[in-house]
C-alpha cells in the first residue's frame, strides 16, 4: 500500500484535492452568498436573476460545467487565469479552469442552503431591524445573515463534504487531482485494483470524515438560542 | 393632562387610511391624530385591527389610501427616507423581538452605533444607564434567550429608547408575558407615560389604560368606534359594541 502510494505520488494528488477543494469552497461560499441575497433583496430583477443561477447551475451536471469552463470558457472565449511565460501554464490553467467549474456548480447549492438558513429566522428579527432604522443591507450584515449562517452551518457542510468528493471530477480537464492518480494507478497496477480504489477511498474518508465531525460540533456550539 | 396635550401639535396624524388584507377590510376610514406627549392607549376585541394600525405608523404594513404624517411629514414609501423616519420611531413587539445571536447590550447599542453613528464607548455607556432605569443592567452581557419573557421585553423597551424617538408604539408588549411579569412590563411603561414620551399603545390590560392612558381609542371591525379620556370611556361607554366588549372583560 505505501508503495502505492509512494509509486503514484497519491500524497502529491491528495495535496492537490485538498487545494481544489479549499479554493473552490472559499469562491464557492462568496458566490452563493451573493447569490442568496440577490433571492432575498427587494429587487425583483435581482430576485429572478437569483432564482435562475440555481436553477441553471443546480440542474446541469457538474462534469459539464467543467468541461464547458476549459471548452467553453478557455477554448472558445479565450479567458486565460494563468500566465504563458510560466512553466507550469497547463497545470495552472487547469486547476484554475476547475476552480471556476467546482464553485459556480456549488454556489447554486450554497445559496439555497444559506436560505433555509435564513428560514430559521423569525420574521419578528427582520421587523425589529426596520423598526430601528436599519437599511436592508445593515440589517442583512448585522442580523439576518450572521443568523442565517449559523442556522445553515449543516446544510453548507453537507455542500463542503459534496464538493471535496466532486473535486474528483477535475480529471476530466487532466487535473492531477486524487482521481487522476486513481487512473494512473488502474493502468499500471491493474493486478491490484481493489487495493488502488481502497487507497483512493480511505484517502476521501480521511478528508471527509472529520470535516463531517467539524460540522456537527460547529453547528451546536453556535447555534442561535432563540 | 388631556388639555395640556390637545393644546401641543399633533405629532402623529393618520387621515382616511385604508387597507385590506385580501378581502378583509382591515383598517376602514381610520383618522386619528396623536399629540405630542399623549399617551393613547388603543383596545378592541381580536382582529379589530388594531396592531395593524399600530404597524402602519412605522410602515411595517403598508396601506392603500389615505395618509400618515409623522411631525408633519409624510410617511415615506420605502428606501432611505422611510429608514430614517423609523429610527425616530419606537417600537416594542408582542413577541419583544430582540435580536438572538448578540448580547443583551449589542442589542441596545447597535441603533445607536449603526443608524445614529454614535461611537461604541458612548453608546455603551447611555446603553447601560438605559438597561439600569429598565432594572436589567446586572444582565448586559447574556444573551436573550438567558433571560425571562419580561427581562426581555425590558430590554426591547431600552433598545427603543436608546435611539431617542419621537414616539413609541407598543404592539401588545405584554400579550406574551405570564402573568406574574406583566406588571413589571407596565410598570417600566407607565414611569415612561410619567416622563412625557409620546405612546401608542395596543393593549389588553385595562388597568394600565385607566392609569396612564391619557385617551382611550376602542376598534372593532376595522373602524375606530369610540375615543373619551379613559375614566368616561370605561364607565360611560357609547357604542354597543364598547359596551359589549367592557361587559365582556369586566365579569371575568
Aim: hydrophobic letters at 50%.
Amino acid at each position: 500500500m505505501l508503495e502505492l502510494i509512494e509509486q503514484f505520488n497519491v500524497l502529491n494528488a491528495f495535496w492537490v484535492t485538498i487545494k481544489l477543494a479549499f479554493f473552490s469552497a472559499i469562491l464557492a461560499l462568496i458566490l452563493g452568498t451573493i447569490m442568496a441575497i440577490f433571492r432575498l433583496s427587494p429587487v425583483g430583477v435581482l430576485q429572478r436573476f437569483g432564482a435562475a443561477y440555481v436553477t441553471i447551475f443546480r440542474n446541469t451536471p457538474l462534469t459539464l460545467i467543467i468541461l464547458l469552463c476549459s471548452l467553453g470558457l478557455w477554448g472558445q472565449l479565450g479567458f486565460e487565469p494563468a500566465s504563458r511565460d510560466s512553466d507550469t501554464f497547463i497545470v495552472d490553467l487547469n486547476f484554475r479552469l476547475a476552480i471556476i467549474g467546482l464553485a459556480v456548480y456549488h454556489a447554486a447549492f450554497v445559496c439555497e442552503a444559506i436560505r433555509s438558513g435564513v428560514n430559521t429566522i423569525p420574521l419578528g428579527q427582520a421587523e425589529a431591524s426596520r423598526s430601528l432604522g436599519l437599511g436592508f443591507l445593515q440589517g442583512l450584515r448585522e442580523i439576518i445573515l450572521p443568523q442565517a449562517f449559523r442556522g445553515a452551518i449543516t446544510p453548507l457542510g453537507n455542500v463542503l463534504i459534496a464538493l471535496i468528493k466532486n473535486t474528483t471530477v477535475a480529471v476530466a480537464i487532466g487535473v492531477t487531482e486524487a482521481a487522476y492518480a486513481l487512473r494512473n494507478m488502474m493502468e499500471f497496477r491493474p493486478d491490484v485494483f481493489l487495493l488502488n480504489f481502497l487507497v483512493i477511498a480511505i484517502g476521501f474518508v480521511i478528508l471527509t470524515l472529520p470535516t463531517g465531525l467539524f460540522i456537527s460540533w460547529a453547528s451546536q456550539k453556535w447555534v442561535v438560542r432563540r | 393632562m388631556t388639555s395640556s396635550a390637545a393644546a401641543s401639535q399633533p405629532l402623529v396624524v393618520m387621515e382616511n387610511v385604508n387597507k385590506h388584507f385580501g378581502d378583509l377590510h382591515v383598517l376602514q376610514d381610520i383618522n386619528l391624530s396623536i399629540a405630542e406627549k399623549e399617551v393613547v392607549v388603543v383596545i378592541g376585541p381580536s382582529g379589530s385591527g388594531k396592531s395593524t394600525l399600530c404597524r402602519t405608523i412605522n410602515r411595517l404594513e403598508t396601506y392603500e389610501s389615505g395618509s400618515i404624517t409623522i411631525g408633519g411629514e409624510q410617511l415615506p414609501q420605502e428606501g432611505k427616507e422611510l429608514a430614517r423616519l423609523r429610527a425616530d420611531v419606537g417600537m416594542v413587539f408582542q413577541s419583544f423581538n430582540l435580536f438572538s445571536h448578540k448580547t443583551i447590550l449589542e442589542n441596545v447599542t447597535l441603533g445607536p452605533i449603526k443608524v445614529r453613528g454614535i461611537k461604541k464607548a458612548e453608546a455603551d455607556k447611555t446603553g447601560m444607564e438605559l438597561l439600569d432605569r429598565v432594572g436589567v443592567a446586572h444582565q448586559a452581557k447574556k444573551y436573550p434567550a438567558q433571560l425571562s419573557g419580561g427581562q426581555q421585553q425590558r430590554v426591547a423597551i431600552a433598545r427603543s429608547l436608546a435611539m431617542n424617538p419621537k414616539v413609541m408604539l407598543f404592539d401588545e408588549p405584554t400579550s406574551a408575558l405570564d402573568p406574574e411579569m406583566i406588571n413589571e412590563v407596565l410598570e417600566v411603561m407607565t414611569s415612561l407615560a410619567k416622563s412625557g414620551m409620546t405612546m401608542i399603545v395596543v393593549t389588553h390590560e385595562m388597568g394600565f389604560a385607566r392609569r396612564a392612558a391619557d385617551r382611550v381609542v376602542f376598534m372593532a371591525d376595522g373602524q375606530i368606534l369610540e375615543q373619551n379620556i379613559p375614566e368616561e370611556f370605561f364607565n360611560n361607554p357609547q357604542s354597543d359594541r364598547a359596551k359589549d366588549f367592557l361587559g365582556k372583560i369586566i365579569t371575568h
